[in-house]
């Protein structure tokens, strides 16, 4: 999903004058996406002309040290070895569980791309 890069943006428009499904407006001068709007067109990746429209996959170094301060922050609840290693193995698994969700979407995803 695309995120505005606010460092890159100087506020020109050219993303909301092409957007197609009205998604992108502008506040405090830079650009901002309404990802309840968007449709992952990529129109705005390829008309920014100061690369400020990003990849999300360059957010999952972010994401991950945002899942660790997380769970860091809970462990600190929990006395004991057993109890902290019981409480890392249901992160475990809830994190399992996030990428079992995203590996069916794909496979579904894949079918509707062959036509099944």
């Not at 990746?45 to 994401?63: F, Y």
């Not at 462990?75 to 590996?103: C, P, S, T, W, Y």
Request: aromatic share 6%; hydrophobic share 35%.
């Amino acid at each position: 999903m695309p995120w505005i890069k606010q460092e890159n943006c100087t506020g020109c428009g050219i993303c909301i004058d092409e957007c197609r499904v009205h998604a992108i407006s502008m506040g405090n001068g830079f650009a901002h996406i309404d990802m309840e709007l968007c449709i992952r067109c990529g129109t705005c990746h390829d008309v920014c002309p100061q690369d400020a429209v990003r990849h999300d996959s360059e957010l999952i170094p972010i994401e991950v040290e945002s899942n660790i301060d997380y769970t860091r922050k809970l462990l600190k609840n929990f006395q004991g070895e057993d109890e902290r290693r019981q409480f890392l193995g249901r992160m475990i698994k809830h994190f399992n569980k996030e990428k079992i969700v995203a590996e069916k979407s794909i496979e579904k995803i894949q079918a509707m791309i062959a036509g099944e």
